[in-house]
């Protein structure tokens, strides 16, 4: 929005700190560019938070409840996630109940924007009651933002909704950096060696995010005489649901780092300042995600003009800015390592044919994350 239109009043949906989320810390930079625009802001959030107003947001009660607050606003703004409104597991009509509720209050509102940050594309060809209520709320909404044009495509396809409606916005346009240490200073704060080489994973702890993976590259580096005390590891971050799968995930990423030398595991949620503050101190950012929609980490580490190696998926290929390094295997993101700390091995970055190993435990992970 450009900083000429007249001052509106704007209720944002979204989580808020404390809320440990990535999606909260994304409405927390929103809101403060609208209010420097001139807008006044209040934000209603789903639990006890900073926000100025909470409610249960949770099925079709939620959405009906939302839909009784949006009239004294000029601006509805949504940062959506399904985990925000639907109940997990949701039989199909509570899933339709609360597609219909939200689609309410979207339509209630004077103006509705929403970001998208996730979103299931298979409901739009869902069976009735889900698929159609879905697409009819949707196409209830005035505008429509997600991060990638391979998302927006993806979003087209599946709910059918009028394009004109649907933009697409850097993840980043709202980030600020959260400090000014340089590398030095950063690596003196968090205890790493000033002269080695440091990949960093960082983000919430999950099977999809490939952290795993990023352990595997590191460890074949060592045959070549690239490891430790040359290079090293970092991974970072916290379970975003202690769940019992996502624990036992933590817990066999604790165990192959142990088992690997130059590899570290940082457990536990680090605040904004001191997220920037890792990346700071690295010299390349590994994102070695299984699926994902749009990145934050990608769009923090640009921020510092931190280089980035990431698998193909999602839309990340639209997101990724110039120099970031895609690869699409294992002997890839080996090769993409390599040339980070052998220059002279830059050549081999190319997709060597390999692809990732998986079995049905993995994939049925992946799948329950992403439902």
Do not use: C, N
Not at 86 to 98: K, L, M, R
Not at 205 to 213: N, V, W
């Amino acid at each position: 929005m450009s900083s000429t239109v007249a001052p509106q009043r704007i209720l944002m949906v979204a989580p808020y700190p404390p809320h440990r989320d990535g999606i909260a810390a994304y409405a927390v930079q929103e809101a403060r560019r609208l209010l420097l625009e001139g807008h006044h802001v209040e934000v209603l959030s789903p639990g006890p938070s900073a926000a100025h107003h909470h409610l249960d947001l949770k099925g079709p009660r939620g959405g009906l409840a939302l839909a009784k607050r949006v009239r004294g606003y000029d601006r509805l703004l949504v940062q959506f996630h399904p985990d925000l409104f639907y109940d997990v597991p949701s039989s199909a009509g509570g899933h339709a109940a609360t597609s219909a509720a939200l689609g309410l209050a979207f339509r209630l509102a004077r103006s509705t924007e929403v970001r998208v940050h996730e979103v299931d594309y298979t409901l739009g060809a869902a069976a009735a009651p889900v698929g159609p209520a879905a697409r009819a709320m949707w196409r209830g909404v005035d505008r429509l933002v997600l991060h990638t044009e391979a998302e927006r495509r993806a979003f087209l396809d599946a709910f059918g909704v009028d394009p004109a409606r649907v933009d697409v916005a850097d993840h980043g346009s709202s980030f600020v950096a959260r400090t000014r240490l340089d590398r030095a200073g950063a690596r003196a704060r968090l205890g790493l060696p000033a002269d080695a080489f440091v990949f960093l994973s960082i983000g919430f702890i999950q099977p999809h995010k490939g952290f795993d993976r990023a352990i595997d590259a590191f460890a074949a580096l060592s045959a070549d005489g690239l490891g430790p005390p040359r290079s090293r590891l970092e991974i970072v971050g916290s379970v975003r649901v202690e769940e019992p799968d996502y624990l036992a995930h933590l817990d066999r990423l604790q165990e192959r780092a142990a088992a690997t030398p130059g590899v570290s595991v940082h457990p536990g949620y680090v605040s904004d300042e001191q997220f920037d503050v890792w990346l700071v101190a690295a010299d390349l950012v590994v994102l070695p995600s299984r699926r994902i929609w749009s990145s934050g980490v990608l769009e923090r580490a640009a921020l510092y003009d931190r280089p980035v190696v990431a698998t193909r998926v999602g839309g990340l290929a639209d997101q990724a800015p110039p120099g970031t390094v895609l690869v699409d295997d294992e002997e890839a993101l080996v090769a993409a390592l390599r040339a980070a700390v052998d220059p002279e091995a830059a050549g081999a970055v190319v997709a060597a044919g390999r692809p990732w190993p998986s079995g049905p435990l993995d994939r049925e992970r992946i799948q329950a994350e992403v439902r």
